[in-house]
C-alpha cells in the first residue's frame, strides 16, 4: 500500500558553518541546517512518515552468540523507548585525506539496516519505527520514501548497470512479507507489488535476502515460512514483477546473490553454498562451508568465482568443468562469515574475520587474488570495552581496486566502523558512525562508498540510525598496512593464472 510521506527529516540540509576535519588531527564541524520538505504522491489511505519523534519508538539491541555450528543473531526489541538516540537530521560537510563525505542522512527513529548504490543513488533500506525504503541520488537532490507498514524490518538491493531496484518488506508482527520492484522515477509508487504466502517473525525481511541482477533484469528473494518450516527462493522478472520461478527448500535460506544476468543464484543454505538455474530452478553445484549463522555468499559477474565465510574462508573457481576450490584459509577462533567480498570481475576476494575468542573485540582484514591464490595482505584492528566489534558486511568495485568492510565497531571507537582498502590493503577511507555500522556498499567505478547504521552500538538499546556517503579521493595518500597479529594456518598453494572461460553450464546434478 502506498504511503504519501511528508519528510520532515529531510536529506540535504544548508550548512552555513563547517570546520575542517583532518584525519589524526583534532577537528570540529559546525552546522546550521534549514529544513527541507519532500512530498510524496497520494493515496487512497495516506500516512505521514516523517523524523520527527514518535509517541512510542521501538528500541533494539543485538548480540552475536558462538554455537559449535555457527554465529547466531540474538536480537532483542524493547518498546516504547522514549528518548531519542540521536539529534535532528543534518546535512554535513567534511574533509580528509581518507576520503570527503558528500552528505549524512540521521533518522531519529529507524535503524539504516541495507544500503545499496547504483551509478546514480543510493537506496536504503530502513527497519523498525518508520520502516522504509529511501532513494538519495548522489548528485544531492532530494528523494523519495516509500512503506506499506512504517514499521517492522526491510531489504533493498539495486542493479548496478540499470535503473532497477529491489524492495522487500515486513510488518514488525512478522505475518506479513512483500516485494516490491522500483526504478528511480518510481516517485514513491512501486512498479509492481507480490504479496509472499508465508509469516516468519524469526526471520524477517533484510537486504542479504534480496538480490538485483546488474542488467536489472531479475530480482531474487527468499522467504521462510514459520508454518512449514520451509524456505523458498523466488526469482521475478525485475520489470513486470512476474514469477519465473520458484524453488522450495527445507534447509532455511539466510542469502542470495545473482549472476549479472541473473541466470544463476547463489542461494546461503544455513551452512550449504547452493548455485540455482534460475530458468530451470536445477541445482548447478552445491557445496558444504565451515559454519551457519551471519554467513553471505557472494558470487562474481559471470558466476565464474564464489565466496563462502564460516569458520574458515574457501573461495570456488569455475575450471571449464565444474567448481573447484582454489583458496581455503583458515585462524583459530576467528570466524570469517560475516563480511566477505568477491569483485564484479572475479579476481580479487577479501574477508573481515572477527576474534570470536576474546567478544569480537580484535580482528583482520584479509584480500586475496584469485588466480594465484596467494593473499595479497592483511589489515589488523584491535580493541577493549564491553561491546562486541563483530564485521557485518563487505563490498567491491568492479576490479577489486577498492573493497570496503563495515563492523559493529567497539564500545571506544577503536577502528572506524566502515573501512575502505586498496588492493594493496592499504586503508584508503573509511567512516566514523557513531554507533554501529549495519550495511556498506561501494559503487562500481570505486569512486564512492556508502554506509548503513546504527545510532548507537549495536549491543546497546537504542533506535535511530544513519546513512553516509564519501566519495574517494582520485588520487589517496594511503595510510601503511598494519601488520597482522595473525598468522595463517591454511592457504592454498600458489597457481599459474588460468585462461579466460566462457560463463559455467555444468550439467545439473543433485545436492552432495
Known amino acids: ?220 528473494a527468499v522467504v521462510s515460512d514459520s508454518v512449514t518450516q520451509n524456505s523458498t527462493l523466488y526469482v521475478f522478472d525485475a520489470a513486470s514483477g512476474a514469477i519465473r520461478q520458484t524453488w522450495t527448500d527445507t534447509v532455511r535460506m539466510d542469502g542470495v546473490d545473482l549472476t549479472d544476468d541473473g541466470s544463476i543464484a547463489l542461494v546461503t543454505r544455513d551452512n550449504l553454498a547452493t548455485l540455482i538455474d534460475t530458468t530451470t530452478a536445477n541445482i548447478v553445484f552445491s557445496v558444504t562451508g565451515s559454519g551457519a549463522g551471519n554467513i553471505f555468499y557472494r558470487i562474481s559477474g559471470d558466476g565464474q568465482v564464489f565466496v563462502v565465510g564460516g569458520f574458515s574462508f574457501d573461495v570456488y573457481a569455475f575450471d571449464g568443468t565444474t567448481y573447484v576450490r582454489v583458496i581455503h584459509f583458515t585462524q583459530a577462533n576467528y570466524w570469517f562469515g560475516g563480511a566477505c567480498a568477491v569483485s564484479h570481475d572475479g579476481s580479487t576476494v577479501g574477508t573481515f574475520s572477527g576474534n570470536i575468542g576474546n567478544n569480537w573485540l580484535s580482528g583482520v582484514v584479509y584480500l586475496f587474488d584469485v588466480a594465484s591464490g596467494n593473499m595479497l595482505g592483511s589489515y589488523s584492528v584491535n580493541g ?77 538499546f537504542g533506535s535511530g540510525g544513519r546513512i553516509e556517503l564519501i566519495q574517494l579521493q582520485a588520487a589517496p595518500t594511503p595510510t601503511p598496512t598494519s601488520t597482522a597479529t595473525a598468522t595463517p594456518t591454511a592457504t592454498s598453494a600458489p597457481r599459474s593464472t588460468p585462461v579466460p572461460r566462457p560463463r559455467p553450464t555444468p550439467v545439473p546434478r543433485p545436492t552432495p
Open 1 to 220: 500500500m502506498k504511503k504519501k510521506s511528508t519528510l520532515q527529516s529531510a536529506f540535504f540540509k544548508i550548512p552555513v558553518l563547517a570546520g575542517l576535519f583532518v584525519v589524526l588531527a583534532a577537528g570540529f564541524v559546525a552546522l546550521v541546517a534549514a529544513p527541507n520538505t519532500l512530498v510524496g504522491r497520494d493515496s487512497q489511505k495516506s500516512s505521514a512518515i516523517s523524523s520527527a519523534v514518535h509517541p512510542a519508538k521501538l528500541a533494539a539491541r543485538t548480540f552475536f552468540r558462538i554455537t559449535p555450528d555457527g554465529v547466531l543473531l540474538d536480537r532483542k526489541v524493547l518498546t516504547p523507548e522514549k528518548q531519542s538516540s540521536t539529534a535532528g537530521t543534518l546535512e554535513r560537510h567534511v574533509k580528509g585525506p581518507l576520503g570527503n563525505t558528500l552528505w549524512v542522512v540521521d533518522d531519529q527513529n529507524a535503524i539504516a539496516d541495507g544500503v545499496a548504490i547504483d551509478s546514480n543513488n543510493v537506496w536504503g533500506a530502513w527497519i523498525l519505527d518508520g520502516a522504509r525504503l529511501s532513494i538519495y541520488p548522489i548528485t544531492g537532490t532530494p528523494g523519495w520514501e516509500f512503506s506499506s507498514f512504517n514499521s517492522g524490518n526491510s531489504g533493498v538491493a539495486a542493479a548496478k548497470g540499470a535503473d532497477r531496484a529491489g524492495f522487500m518488506e515486513s510488518n514488525a508482527a512478522g505475518d506479513d512479507f512483500r516485494q516490491h520492484g522500483f526504478t528511480s522515477n518510481s516517485n514513491g509508487t512501486p512498479e509492481w507489488s507480490f504479496s509472499y504466502p508465508v509469516s516468519d517473525p524469526n526471520l524477517p525481511a533484510s537486504s542479504r535476502k534480496v538480490a538485483t541482477s546488474r542488467d536489472g533484469s531479475t530480482i531474487a
Open 384 to 460: 577493549s570495552g564491553l561491546y562486541q566489534g563483530t564485521p557485518i558486511g563487505a563490498a567491491s568495485n568492479d576490479d577489486g581496486s577498492v573493497m570496503a568492510f563495515a563492523s559493529w565497531g567497539t564500545e571506544f571507537h577503536d577502528w572506524p566502523e566502515v573501512m575502505v582498502f586498496n588492493r594493496n590493503v592499504e586503508l584508503i577511507g573509511q567512516i566514523d558512525f557513531p554507533g554501529s555500522a549495519f550495511s556498506v556498499d561501494v559503487s562500481s567505478d570505486g569512486q564512492y562508498v556508502v554506509g548503513g547504521s546504527k545510532a548507537v552500538h549495536a549491543n546497546q
